[in-house]
């Protein structure tokens, strides 16, 4: 799967990884060639301390709009640049969610490609590259 995302500024990217992360909701902007919503007033207000008359209509009520706050980007996160670590029980659960999918020999041949007769004898140094290739079969790791 390949998804390819634009953004039109720095603001809009933060707001996209906010969300991204589970942080805030997405900000819900009018589109940009829109006019902007104005409240319904009447032609005519009395001047203040006099009573209004009834509204015309029962259930017609003017709509309002609540003014837009802007978003106030947070500074970006740190992005982890260490590459996550696998133990060979994480590799090893991985392994039998495939072959009870029904794929052991493509699992054995993995297992082969990395030079070793058995998950046991994968190198630690190793692990994260067989993990890939887990992942690359179906393997939820």
Excluded: C, H, W
């Amino acid at each position: 799967m390949k998804i390819n995302v634009e953004f039109e500024d720095l603001r809009e990217t933060v707001i996209f990884a906010e969300f991204i992360n589970g942080r805030t909701a997405p900000a819900q902007e009018p589109a940009q060639s829109a006019p902007a919503v104005q409240p319904a007033v009447p032609a005519s207000t009395p001047p203040a301390g006099q009573a209004q008359p009834a509204a015309q209509g029962v259930g017609q009520a003017a709509p309002v709009q609540q003014p837009v706050q802007p978003a106030v980007p947070t500074p970006p996160q740190q992005v982890p640049t260490v590459a996550p670590s696998y133990t060979l029980e994480d590799l090893g659960r991985a392994g039998v969610t495939l072959m009870e999918s029904g794929k052991k020999a493509e699992l054995e041949a993995l297992v082969a490609s990395f030079g070793v007769a058995s998950l046991q004898q994968l190198p630690e140094e190793q692990y994260g590259a067989f993990a890939t290739a887990l992942r690359s079969m179906g393997a939820p790791i």
